[in-house]
């Protein structure tokens, strides 16, 4: 399966809704898709997990929705510490694979 | 809290071998998945290997398998990557990644850098 991510940047002011897409190439499992943040110089971090879910520590501001092919994360009020690459990824179990999308850059104008 | 710190990373010609080990702490270590993720300098991750709860079921990447073997020591609390017969295109940072339920990475590590050159 391959994740393509759109955009590859986006460019949003402080306070902004972000919205990043995934799109799968074939039909995904909701309960194995999750998104990913990685800050400048950082390793990634767990943001959402079975399409929905925040993992511990995440804000509100950060959801996840989607089903099948076309997965979304929004952010609903942007922050400068939101800068990032954020990347998704989906889970096939036979054999058990891990597939990442290319990353969608984040910029706060 | 869960820490994990990798280790053993560095310089290394090409076809020659690495081995790479992840300490982990604060968390009951076999009771999580493990893997190996890494990124190229520059470029977006890559899944590498995973080893399951007890060692007893091992998957590779189509880029590294045949090559790279994955092993974890649960009395130790320790992953091990061992890299063998390693290209240029497998210089990256390679982080460890624990899993709680299989599916998706919970925690990573810092990272540790393999860059494979003459």
């Known amino acids: 399966i391959v994740l393509t991510q759109s955009p590859g940047t986006l460019s949003l002011s402080p306070g902004e809704r972000a919205t990043l897409s995934c799109r799968a190439s074939?039909?995904?499992?909701?309960?194995?898709f999750a998104w990913y943040q990685q800050k400048p110089g950082q390793a990634p971090r767990l943001l959402i997990y079975?399409?929905?879910s925040r993992a511990t520590g995440i804000p509100d501001r950060f959801s996840g929705s989607g089903s099948g092919t076309d997965f979304t994360l929004t952010i609903s009020r942007l922050e400068p510490e939101d800068i990032a690459v954020y990347y998704c990824?989906?889970?096939?179990?036979?054999?058990?694979?891990?597939?990442f999308g290319q990353g969608t850059k984040l910029e706060i104008k | 809290q869960v820490h994990l710190v990798e280790s053993g990373g560095g310089v290394v010609q090409p076809g020659r071998s690495l081995r790479l080990s992840c300490a982990a702490s604060?968390?009951?270590?076999?009771?999580?998945?493990m893997d190996w993720v890494r990124q190229a300098p520059g470029k977006g991750l890559e899944w590498v290997a995973v080893?399951?709860?007890?060692?007893?079921?091992?998957?590779?990447g189509d880029s590294v398998r045949g090559r790279f073997t994955i092993s974890r020591d649960n009395s130790k609390n320790t992953l091990y990557l061992q890299m063998n017969s390693l290209r240029a295109e497998d210089t990256a940072v390679y982080y460890c990644?624990?899993?709680?339920?299989?599916?998706?990475?919970?925690?990573f590590g810092q990272g540790t850098m393999v860059s494979v050159s003459s």
């Open positions: 990824q989906q889970y096939g179990d036979s054999p058990p694979r891990y597939t």
């Open positions: 074939q039909g995904v499992s909701s309960n194995y």
């Open positions: 079975d399409t929905s």
């Open positions: 604060g968390f009951t270590f076999s009771s999580y998945v």
């Open positions: 080893i399951w709860y007890d060692g007893s079921n091992k998957y590779y």
């Open positions: 990644a624990a899993s709680e339920g299989g599916a998706t990475f919970d925690y």
